[in-house]
């Protein structure tokens, strides 16, 4: 398998090179770029997925529908349309960027560390879910406000991500 590499960032979030993904993600990890999507069905629902129990980091927690990161040189969009087919079996149309300037640092319970610059997307389904089990272990389509209900009671049971990114008005409004 080749090795995926994330892009590593400076602080004003400009690429200063890559590293293999398998080593960015530990208790220092390094400024990077990575993304966030929420996919929306026909009925305007809004998927939820637990990511797998084999997931380096946040394994168990309830997310956004996928998160990922561009490899070197690929535009996001494409990114976003590459990873939403890899973790959900699914096709995307009407990709749109919600909020460019999100950035977040979080530990999870093992001490890994996320540290990125990531801009959120949403996406609509234009295909049939295919969850591949390496990354999603369960999922649900929910209303968008079922889900910022559910996220402000018992943010302990969804990714820190999530939870500040439905914290954000232009996120949470376009839902």
């Known amino acids: 398998m080749p090795v ?3 892009v590593l960032l400076d602080e004003a979030h400009r690429p ?6 398998a080593l960015v993600h530990d208790a220092d990890t390094p400024l990077h770029l990575g993304f966030s999507c929420y996919l929306l069905d ?13 997931k380096r980091a946040w394994p168990g927690v309830w997310s956004n529908a ?8 690929e535009a996001l969009e494409a990114a976003v349309a590459r990873r939403g087919h890899f973790e ?23 001490g890994v560390v ?11 389904a234009s295909s049939p879910l295919a969850p591949n089990p390496d990354e999603v272990m369960a999922w649900q389509w929910v209303s968008a406000e079922d889900l910022i209900a559910a996220q402000a ?13 439905l914290g954000r008005p232009n996120i949470r409004q376009a839902l």
């Open 4 to 6: 995926e590499e994330v």
């Open 114 to 124: 996320e540290n990125e610059y990531c801009p959120v997307f949403r996406a609509r």
């Open 153 to 165: 009671a018992t943010p302990c049971v969804f990714s820190p991500w999530m939870v500040a990114q």
């Open 66 to 73: 996928f998160c990922g990161h561009p490899l070197p040189g």
């Open 88 to 110: 959900l079996g699914v096709t995307l149309t009407e990709i749109v960027l919600l909020d460019s300037e999100f950035r977040y640092r979080a530990r999870d319970d093992s």
């Open 16 to 21: 200063i090179g890559s590293r293999d993904k």
């Open 42 to 54: 026909a009925e305007g629902r809004v998927l939820i997925t637990r990511r797998a129990l084999t």
